[in-house]
């Protein structure tokens, strides 16, 4: 198993940039997929953005492509991380960290295994 624990998060102004980090602990961290999912007020969970296994490989939202970066640092932190810049009103949300053991990256939150509480993002316009 492995456990996630995100941080980051915080009310900012449309335009100001944060950034989010998933620290993992418990297994390997290197073998699993990680994703970042977002969740707004009355709204459903969606894919934001996924790395593969050894970082070489990234996905992303077509509504976040250009403004976010996700990262991950295999080599001792274990952590994931997620650069959010350019923010709008619309990129708040709860986001949760989330992994999963088989398969790549994937947008369908029903496949990954494990997920963090999550850390909320407000922006202000």
């Known amino acids: 198993q492995v456990q996630l624990v995100e941080s980051g998060g915080g009310l900012v102004q449309a335009g100001d940039s944060l950034r989010l980090s998933c620290a993992a602990s418990g297994r390997t961290f290197s073998m699993y997929v990680m994703a970042w999912f977002r969740q707004g007020p009355g709204e459903e969970r969606e894919f934001v953005a996924g790395i593969n296994r050894s970082g070489g490989s990234t996905d992303y939202a077509d509504s976040v492509k250009g403004r976010f970066t996700i990262s991950r640092d295999n080599g001792g932190k274990n952590m994931v991380a997620l650069q959010m810049n350019n923010l709008k009103p619309e990129d708040t949300a709860l986001y949760y960290c989330?992994?999963?053991?088989?398969?790549?990256?994937?947008?369908?939150?029903?496949?990954?295994?494990?997920w963090g509480r999550g850390t909320q993002v407000t922006v202000s316009s």
């Open positions: 989330a992994a999963r053991t088989i398969g790549g990256v994937s947008k369908l939150s029903s496949e990954y295994n494990y």
